[in-house]
């Protein structure tokens, strides 16, 4: 899943400060699951938001909403009446949200609420890791189900830097170092093989260094 | 030979090897250069000219380093895997060659985290082992990374690469070691020791594979004046293996300095008696100045004639 955490209220408050009537726009999706985008998220914000303008004498409207998914059309076309009555749509989807909202909205300007962080899973309650960097090339096969890209404060592919003590990383003594989590992974498998060979440099063109990706699915093409 | 490098002729001719590291300076000043480079002139093999180490901006390790040439002492530029993609590092590769460098060390690059840019975003487009891999395809097959020829002028360089045999896993290391030699390193410099039991015990494991035949290692030293370097380090530095007992002598010493200098010769004594140890590589880091004291004191002036 999509994991993003929400912008400070500063920041919030300022970037439509100069709306009187906002759209405050949630997502069903992901970051409903990690509590910063869902119904419960636009009904808190909006009455931080609502209070914050009151104090400062200058109410604010606002209609909240959360569509199943802001990153799909089918579900923000419904909401599109009510955006003829509003300044600004305030997002707080992801970065894809709030860029499908800006595209099939086009008239409307839509404000980000979230800071989209990464792709991940809860590894405890209330506790997000990252785990996919979307390399394009996934590498999980020989290294264990554990990705040295997205984990890796070096991105290395072939083991562990001089950093990696008692377990843990040196640029965050609170994160594990892949490369240990590999290695313990391997040879509990019996597959430490898949550590001596030398892994070639990677092709970068499938990450994000040739601009703009797309993924065509001919099968289902109408 | 594969290079006209004098730490390659002093290895293969089974002599003892000893490089020191230079360290560039944070400002445009070639005369700090110049200053350091005096310690080194005749007194090493090799002088490791770093690479923006712990991601400080210093100056360009392949400038430094021609200054150094002009002064007399042969360069070892480090080359780290952070700060450039490799369209830049075969580029820099081939113009350090133009300018007489004979020795390329292959680093990963410490984090930019700890350096005075944390903001820089990091490159690691290739990693360490990819690089030496690299540096020996253009200077053997005569080809860059994407297989195209390198027309004539292959940059003829010893290569080398560092180990930390102190960092976890420990079993792994000698397996990292391995793959190094395999993509083509020609010499290995240690992280420092400090903790010469377990060097000895991952220099068996190195041995029992063979390792020592094919790569020279170098053991890393570090003299240091305080025992605050010391609790600094053991502290602060991640994969850093520094005994208490180190500690407490030199808290208890009357002259720090001289006894820095006295475990430091001690533990020339003894890595060299630790079978397949090829030579050292001193760090005296902000602390240059002794470089010659120590070689002369440990019995490895004057350097031998190759």
């Known amino acids: 899943m999509i994991v993003a955490d929400r912008k400070p209220l500063e920041e919030i408050l300022n970037s439509i400060k100069d709306y009187k009537k906002i759209m405050l726009a949630g997502c069903g999706g992901c970051v409903t699951i990690c509590f910063s985008g869902g119904a419960k998220a636009v009904e808190l914000l909006a009455s931080q938001i609502k209070m914050a303008r009151k104090k400062e004498g200058r109410d604010i409207e606002i209609i909240e909403c959360t569509p199943e998914r802001q990153c799909e059309y089918e579900f923000i076309d419904e909401i599109k009446k009510d955006l003829e009555s509003v300044d600004a749509v305030l997002s707080i989807a992801c970065g894809v949200g709030v860029q499908a909202m800006s595209q099939r909205h086009p008239d409307t300007i839509t404000i980000p609420g979230l800071n989209t962080k990464f792709m991940g899973y809860p590894i405890e309650h209330a506790l997000w890791d990252e785990r996919c960097a979307g390399c394009g090339d996934c590498v999980l096969e020989w290294t264990g189900g554990i990705c040295p890209i997205a984990r890796c404060a070096k991105k290395l592919l072939n083991g562990p830097c ?23 992974r391997l040879k509990k498998l019996g597959k430490l093989d898949n550590l001596k060979k030398i892994r070639e440099p990677k092709d970068w063109r499938t990450s994000t260094n040739a601009g703009q990706r797309r993924i065509k699915f001919e099968e289902a093409m109408l | 030979m594969k290079s006209d490098s004098r730490l390659e002729k002093v290895l293969t001719a089974g002599k003892f090897a000893v490089t020191a590291e230079l360290g560039p300076p944070q400002n445009a000043d070639p005369e700090a250069i110049k200053k350091k480079a005096q310690y080194c002139i005749g007194n090493v093999d090799g002088a490791n000219i770093t690479d923006n180490q ?9 400038a430094a380093a021609a200054i150094a040439i002009s002064c007399g002492v042969e360069p070892v530029v480090q080359m780290v895997c952070r700060d450039r993609n490799r369209i830049a590092m075969q580029s820099d590769i081939l113009g350090a060659a133009a300018l007489g460098v004979k020795n390329l060390l292959c680093l990963s690059g410490d984090h930019q985290k700890f350096g005075n840019h944390p903001q820089a975003a990091n490159v690691f487009d290739i990693d360490s082992v990819q690089l030496i891999a690299m540096v020996k395809g253009m200077r053997d097959e005569k080809q860059f990374l994407s297989g195209d020829p390198i027309k004539e002028h292959e940059p003829r360089l010893f290569i080398g690469a560092v180990e930390n045999p102190f960092a976890d896993p420990f079993e792994y290391r000698v397996l990292r070691l391995a793959k190094k030699v395999e993509a083509g390193a020609d010499f290995i410099q240690t992280q420092c020791v400090f903790d010469v039991e377990k060097f000895a015990r991952w220099m068996g494991l190195v041995v029992a594979e063979g390792l020592h035949k094919k790569v020279y290692i170098l053991a890393g030293l570090t003299p240091v004046r305080s025992h605050k370097a010391l609790v600094y380090m053991k502290n602060e530095v991640a994969g850093m293996s520094i005994p208490d007992e180190l500690i407490k002598r030199m808290e208890s010493a009357g002259e720090p300095k001289e006894e820095g200098l006295k475990i430091c010769l001690e533990m020339i004594e003894q890595v060299r008696r630790i079978e397949g140890v090829a030579g050292i590589h001193l760090m005296p880091i902000g602390w240059e100045s002794i470089t010659p004291v120590i070689l002369e004191r440990a019995g490895l002036l004057p350097r031998p004639e190759v």
């Open chain 2, 54 to 62: 712990t991601a400080i901006v210093r100056m360009s390790s392949i």
């Open chain 1, 162 to 184: 001089g950093g990696s003590a008692n377990g843990k990383c040196e640029v965050d003594k609170d994160t594990d170092c892949a490369w240990q989590l590999i290695y313990d």
